[in-house]
């Protein structure tokens, strides 16, 4: 899901993780386009944010072509844009920034606890199949391991019931993945989409299987505050923060076993049904 191929200078081909999907999972595309624009940086700046617009869904059966432009090498920070294609088509762009280390100041406003991922089971058993009859799709064409503290607020709403915009889980890529900071960084990129604009329909008691219901994500940020294994549990917490003109927002916070804050995301998505 994160390799890719060097076809050129500056251009980088890469494939889908599940070609049977009806589109890229957009996690993908953000994991992707940042390891084609970190493959042109020097090796020891680290990624610090990305920000990315999707702009047409993409055909999981063709392969997509990153073309990354150097837009800055200064002295601390590298900007790098990359944008991805599929027949000529722009699907998706990216902007994406790394820093030479540097010491600072330090401090987190934020805090939180949660059961440890060992103590929690699987999600498959900790539901009634027939509550999530998603699931089979999502594992087949996502490939996170996750478990929730709570229960997911997708099922409640299955239910119609309503429930509070927040959501958490702990969450960590399905494969091992290489030592290489930048490949850890794509791996929580990777992750960092899912679920994450759902966390804006809870209070409104429906889910995405809604008939009519279209969601999908118009752009994605993430800041990486140190690194960390993205291959290895991490709880990330999101919240809907706002919903309107057919459109919502939300955000979330990833934090390592002992509570340190390590990412932040943003992302505002298409939240449009159509009765």
């Given at each position: 899901m994160l390799e890719l191929e060097e076809v050129d200078t500056d251009l980088y081909l890469g494939r889908s993780y599940n070609?049977?999907?009806?589109?890229?999972?957009?996690?993908?595309?953000?994991?992707?386009?940042?390891i084609a624009a970190g493959r042109t940086v020097q090796a020891q700046r680290r990624t610090h944010s990305l920000h990315g617009h999707f702009i047409h869904p993409g055909n999981p059966q063709a392969p997509v072509l990153y073309h990354v432009?150097?837009?800055?090498?200064?002295?601390s920070f590298t900007t790098r844009s990359v944008r991805a294609t599929q027949g000529g088509t722009t699907i998706f762009v990216l902007t994406a920034s790394f820093q030479r280390p540097e010491q600072g100041f330090s401090h987190q406003a934020l805090e939180t606890t949660a059961p440890a991922p060992e103590k929690l089971p699987a999600f498959e058993d900790s539901i009634d199949p027939a509550e999530a009859t998603w699931l089979p799709q999502l594992r087949a064409n996502v490939a996170v391991d996750f478990r929730?503290?709570?229960e997911y607020p997708r099922i409640a709403n299955a239910r119609g019931e309503s429930?509070?915009?927040?959501?958490?889980?702990?969450?960590?890529t399905g494969a091992r993945l290489a030592d290489d900071p930048l490949i850890q960084a794509a791996g929580f990129a990777y992750t960092s989409d899912l679920f994450l604009l759902?966390?804006?329909?809870p209070p409104h008691a429906v889910t995405i299987d809604e008939p009519g219901m279209q969601l999908?994500?118009?752009d994605h940020s993430v800041w990486f505050h140190q690194d960390f294994r993205a291959d290895e549990w991490h709880l990330y917490e999101q919240e809907g923060i706002w919903t309107g003109g057919a459109r919502g927002l939300a955000r979330g916070h990833l934090y390592d076993r002992d509570g340190v804050l390590v990412a932040s995301t943003m992302q505002e998505g298409l939240l449009r049904l159509r009765k």
């Open positions: 070609d049977a999907a009806l589109r890229i999972y957009g996690g993908q595309a953000v994991a992707q386009a940042l432009e150097r837009v800055r090498d200064g002295g929730f503290p709570e429930r509070p915009p927040r959501q958490r889980a702990w969450v960590r759902s966390s804006a329909l999908a994500s118009l």
